[in-house]
């Protein structure tokens, strides 16, 4: 069969690691990039498409979702949400993609469900975003979601072990096999004392887990709220942190722990788009120093929005975090780089994540320039998933 090839041309495109502006030729033969740059010479037959104005970037990454969650309160939220999770959310799907997310994280969701999700986007039955996933999350009795929510230890999107035996036995399950979880994601948070009180993960367990997920090659994504929480993770082991809270660092960070975490290369997804709109002005503004502290002492920051949460749109969540992460003081660039090379180094996603010769052609297209200002990420002209075009509105335009 022959070979497909699409050439972009005269446009700019953010290519490697830093996302370095180069001017010309984007070359994807066969869902892969081929080349790229000024000399980028276009094949025989090739389908080709100017896109002067615009810019080509790595397909955005979300590094928290929750898959099956409803994003909406109400009356007819929990009639929507069951129709799309027996759907395998068409809507959310599409959202992601006409936002430019090309690849996803669900941070728990029913297991045997997400497993099923992702095997049907691989194998192209479903169009949507690349999916990681954790399948369920390991809490404690007494923890989130079990204590907040009413989960029961019982449903297939949480595990909540008794003991370190029973935690690698069930890390193994998931870990481990023909069908293996991508992160292992546990909740090691003791709540706000001045409202409701949460039961964290024994350290014993938690060693277990971390341990038993090492063991397999496998990343923990860790939920914390408070400083010794996150003492216990970084004793522990873990290896990515999601949420930046008020219970947490508030007034700055232990200077030993962050740089335990700047030195293990433990990464930071702060999820600003949940906590800021719930937050008044000079607790938001904290948080945001706090999130500029750990960056500047040489952390890496990553982009998640959360997304399957009340009030947090899959996609338009991810694009609202980035333009946070920017308010904390990232420059246009380094917010960028939150979203498409760092998730993409973090979570292990092969062949994404940048653009250079060899790499999935996972890319996004804006009108704009948007190393000048984000603004260019609300105007998505294109997208495209290993190589084939999922979302074209610049030949409408």
Do not use: Y
């Amino acid at each position: 069969m022959a070979a497909r090839t699409l050439a972009l041309t005269r446009v700019g495109t953010l290519v490697g690691d830093t996302l370095t502006p180069v001017e010309g030729t984007v070359v994807i033969t066969d869902g892969r990039i081929t080349a790229v740059g000024p000399d980028a010479a276009v094949p025989d037959g090739a389908r080709v498409r100017p896109l002067p104005g615009h810019t080509v970037l790595p397909g955005l990454v979300d590094t928290h979702v929750h898959l099956g969650a409803p994003e909406t309160r109400g009356p007819l939220s929990r009639v929507r949400a069951i129709a799309g999770w027996f759907r395998f959310q068409p809507g959310k799907r599409r959202s992601f993609l006409a936002h430019g997310v090309t690849t996803v994280c669900s941070l728990g969701d029913e297991n045997a469900w997400v497993h099923d999700f992702r095997r049907r986007v691989a194998d192209g039955t479903l169009p949507g975003p690349r999916v990681r996933i954790a399948g369920p999350l390991f809490t404690a009795p007494g923890g989130h979601p079990v204590a907040t929510i009413g989960a029961s230890p019982d449903d297939d999107w949480v595990r909540v072990p008794g003991s370190p035996d029973q935690a690698r036995a069930q890390v193994a399950d998931l870990a481990g096999g023909e069908d293996p979880v991508d992160v292992i994601k546990v909740v090691q948070d003791r709540g706000d004392p001045a409202r409701r009180v949460l039961e964290p993960i024994a350290p014993p367990v938690l060693a277990a887990i971390v341990e038993e997920a090492h063991r397999h090659g496998v990343p923990v994504v860790a939920h914390w709220g408070t400083l010794p929480d996150l003492a216990e993770l970084l004793e522990a082991g873990a290896d990515h942190l999601q949420h930046l809270e008020p219970r947490g660092p508030l007034r700055g960070w232990p200077a030993d722990l962050l740089e335990t975490m700047v030195t293990r290369g433990v990464t930071l997804a702060p999820t600003l788009a949940v906590t800021e709109p719930r937050l008044d002005a000079d607790t938001a503004r904290a948080l945001r120093h706090r999130a500029r502290e750990f960056h500047e002492a040489g952390g890496v920051l990553l982009a998640g929005s959360d997304a399957g949460t009340p009030a947090v749109r899959s996609g338009a969540g991810l694009i609202r975090e980035i333009g946070l992460l920017a308010a904390c003081g990232l420059t246009p660039r380094e917010a960028l780089i939150t979203a498409t090379t760092a998730p993409a180094r973090a979570l292990g996603i092969d062949g994404a994540g940048a653009i250079a010769p060899g790499r999935a052609a996972d890319l996004t297209v804006v009108h704009g320039d948007p190393l000048t200002d984000l603004d260019p990420l609300r105007r998505v002209a294109l997208v495209l998933r290993d190589g084939r075009v999922v979302v074209d509105t610049a030949r409408r335009r």
